[in-house]
């Protein structure tokens, strides 16, 4: 069965940090990986689709990489808005399944 | 703009049912899968049914087939879940989500816009 994984499940970070989120899969799911980010009693908002595409009006201090199984979302210059928990989720096999998360605070 | 506006959620008994609704604007709705997706309290999102722009191809989560239904009526750009036969891992929070790309279920995949939500609670 096909299984998303993310890591870390939380990590705590300062303004200003670069923080990296990995999102593997254990098959390959070519580059069909979105990002989405999540902030309390909030619907989840896209981010990065086909693993390095930003959506539209999304800045350009998140970036998305990575191909078959093994993915990363980078926050570059982490702003005080970006604290929130964030999902990977593919789109290249049934059921699209979305990771676990990984929930940023602030140090 | 676009927006999606759910209703429907309830309390409702183990075993009971509920009709979730989304109603859409601001995008030529036919022209779009639309998607159901839950999430239960403290976890990650599950995407629950897949609806095509226009020909009633389907999909559903194995978690929710031969009990849950969507369907759509695009004269009232609306999309809806029959939920039937629930259980109590049925709660969450259900958003309506609008496809990025394309009108096919096979080729489902992003979700651009999403709903404010509606919660289904199943307890008795």
């Known amino acids: 069965d096909l299984q998303m994984t993310q890591s870390p499940s939380s990590l705590s970070a300062s303004v200003g940090d670069r923080v990296t989120i990995t999102c593997q899969a254990n098959?390959?799911?070519?580059?069909?990986i979105n990002w989405y980010q999540q902030k309390p009693g909030k619907a989840p908002k896209l981010l990065i689709y086909d693993a390095s595409i930003l959506e539209t009006g999304v800045p350009s201090r998140f970036n998305g990489s990575g191909s078959d199984t093994h993915f990363t979302l980078t926050i570059t210059n982490l702003q005080p808005e970006d604290f929130a928990t964030y999902y990977c989720q593919q789109y290249g096999n049934l059921p699209r399944l979305f990771g676990p998360g990984t929930k940023v605070d602030i140090k | 703009e676009v927006h999606l506006l759910e209703s429907g959620g309830d309390l409702v008994q183990p075993g009971g049912s509920l009709r979730l609704s989304c109603v859409a604007s601001g995008f030529d709705f036919s022209r779009y899968a639309m998607v159901w997706v839950r999430q239960a309290s403290g976890k990650g999102p599950e995407w629950v049914s897949t609806v095509s722009g226009s020909n009633g191809s389907t999909y559903h989560a194995d978690s929710v087939k031969g009990r849950f239904t969507v369907s759509r009526d695009n004269s009232k750009n609306t999309v809806y879940l029959q939920m039937n036969s629930l259980r109590a891992e049925d709660s969450a929070i259900y958003y309506c989500?609008?496809?990025?790309?394309?009108?096919?279920?096979?080729?489902?995949?992003?979700?651009?816009?999403w709903g404010r939500g509606t919660l289904v609670t199943v307890s008795s």
């Open positions: 098959q390959v799911i070519n580059n069909f």
């Open positions: 989500a609008k496809v990025k790309r394309g009108f096919g279920v096979a080729v489902a995949g992003t979700c651009d816009y």
